[in-house]
């Protein structure tokens, strides 16, 4: 027999020494509950051996209660799910009426706030970033993870979970996924990188947080690249900082340019191996231009290398971060495209003499990571899981990109130009300027085609395309994919 999960009690206070009998408070309390909605329709009520229980009172005054809010339609009681509040509720709409209006924001004084969120987006999302579809940008191929291994990883934890695992865990992270990574990071992206360097933090965005508040002052200027990736850019505008765009080329970041707009910045943020979005790497003599400012300046250098794991006409470009020989660059990376974004897994590899800086912001903010998928995450590492997952990935990801830009050749022409395909996991298409890009972003959504506006990506003068993601639309859907996106180009 299907067993009932035990129901969440609600607050109720019985007075013994009232005059109103037992039954009577316990079901004027439920009603209330009830219609001022802290019990909404279809939630579980706990059964009357339990209620009476945590009562302290027998269970004759519950089942009365019960059998009174059942008789008056308040609960309902269903076969094989216990006794529910009524999904259709007498006086509901009088009451819950008179509730709102008890929580009125004008009634309730002055409501002082920080106005720094009103600078960054507030509409809920557009719709080009509404769920799942073809060229979802970050979206990466979930049917290809290997599940059955990664369950069997974490089954593995589970049953080797000890007291300590049950406790506050390393504030830099598990002391195992950070082993892995700098070893990881050391070869694969030749970082300059110690275990004590490494902290675990929830996703790069997390790292850029906690970067920002070790780093920059309230109006810091900061030099961000122009396209740039605009969730970086809002943690900058939350930080109060003032934001010089640095127009990117076909080289990256034009470290003149940003020297001549505001030589003392106090930090740059770029995506050296794959811009994001236009998807072209630094050039070696821009690297040391960015590396020469910074020393010369005292500034500091974010490097976000969020999806450099993927090349496809090359070997992956070594980090920025390798290349620094005065510890000047703060390095950002994530699972998100590696293993995939719901997992909230990113990490810092910080300069030495600024490690108990971060420590002490990271611990003011959430005392640490949670422990148990960085250990398994560690494990997937160790065990050759991920290098296997990332061969695969390189290899699927290689034929989608490729089927896209000949589907783009073939049925555009020349009537767009596409950027930055020789990694990562998205490419870009310009558009002639002028163009409205959002509006078709937003008519291509409703067909189910998740392409982002380019222009949305721009602080200042904006550049028209699209930014098209390839990591979870199947080579197979790509062609008549593509076909629809020039539909939607062709109407005027
Ligand atoms: C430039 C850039 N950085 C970082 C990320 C990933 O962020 P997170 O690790 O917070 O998921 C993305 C995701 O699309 C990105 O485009």
Not at 234 to 258: S, Y
Not at 267 to 277: G, K, L, N
Not at 354 to 379: N, S, Y
Not at 407 to 413: A, F, P, Q, V
């Amino acid at each position: 027999m299907k067993r009932i999960a035990p129901a969440i009690h609600p607050v109720i206070a019985v007075d013994r020494g009232s005059p109103k009998a037992l039954h009577r408070q316990i079901y004027d309390a439920y009603r209330a509950a009830i219609l001022d909605g802290s019990l909404h329709p279809r939630q579980r009520i706990p059964s009357s051996r339990s209620l009476a229980s945590e009562l302290g009172v027998s269970r004759f005054p519950v089942l009365n209660a019960y059998a009174q809010l059942l008789a008056e339609g308040y609960l309902e009681s269903r076969i094989g799910a216990g006794t529910l509040v009524s999904r259709s509720l007498p006086e509901q709409l009088t009451l819950c009426a008179s509730s709102k209006v008890r929580f009125a924001p004008s009634s309730s004084g002055p409501r002082p706030f920080v106005h720094r969120p009103l600078l960054v987006r507030r509409e809920s999302s557009p719709p080009w970033l509404a769920g799942w579809g073809a060229f979802g940008v970050g979206q990466v191929a979930v049917d290809q993870f290997p599940l059955n291994v990664w369950s069997s990883l974490i089954a593995r934890r589970c049953r080797s979970m000890d007291t300590k695992s049950f406790h506050y865990g390393d504030q830099m992270g598990s002391e195992a996924l950070r082993e892995t990574l700098a070893s990881y990071l050391r070869t694969a992206r030749s970082l300059h990188c110690e275990v004590g360097q490494v902290m675990i933090t929830s996703g790069s965005q997390h790292a850029l947080e906690i970067s920002a508040r070790v780093l920059l002052d309230s109006k810091s200027s900061v030099w961000i690249e122009e396209p740039c990736y605009r969730l970086a850019r809002e943690v900058f505008v939350l930080t109060g900082c003032h934001l010089v765009p640095v127009p990117v080329d076909q080289e990256g970041l034009d470290v003149v340019a940003g020297i001549k707009r505001c030589r003392k910045a106090r930090a740059a943020f770029v995506t050296p191996s794959h811009q994001f979005p236009l998807g072209v790497t630094m050039s070696a003599t821009r690297r040391f231009q960015l590396l020469d400012w910074a020393q010369r300046t005292g500034s500091w250098i974010i490097e976000d290398d969020y999806d450099a794991e993927y090349r496809y006409e090359s070997l992956p470009i070594a980090s920025l971060q390798g290349l620094d020989a005065n510890a000047r660059v703060i390095y950002i990376g994530t699972f998100s495209k590696v293993l995939f974004p719901s997992l909230r897994l990113g990490y810092v590899v910080i300069p030495p003499d600024l490690v108990d800086h971060f420590l002490a912001i990271r611990r003011a903010m959430d005392l640490g990571p949670p422990t148990f998928h960085q250990e398994v995450v560690a494990d997937f590492i160790a065990e050759g899981h991920f290098a296997r997952h990332l061969r695969r990935m390189r290899v699927l990801y290689s034929e989608r990109r490729q089927v896209l830009v000949d589907s783009i050749g073939k049925e555009l022409e020349s009537k767009v130009k596409v950027l930055g395909d020789e990694a990562g996991m998205h490419l870009v298409v310009t558009l002639p300027n002028g163009s409205r890009d959002t509006e078709i972003a937003e008519r291509a959504a409703r067909q189910n085609l998740r392409i982002w506006p380019l222009s949305t990506s721009y602080l200042g003068e904006a550049n028209s395309g699209f930014i098209l993601g390839f990591g979870s639309t199947p080579v197979e859907e790509i062609p008549a994919a593509v076909r629809k996106f020039q539909k939607l180009l062709a109407v005027k």
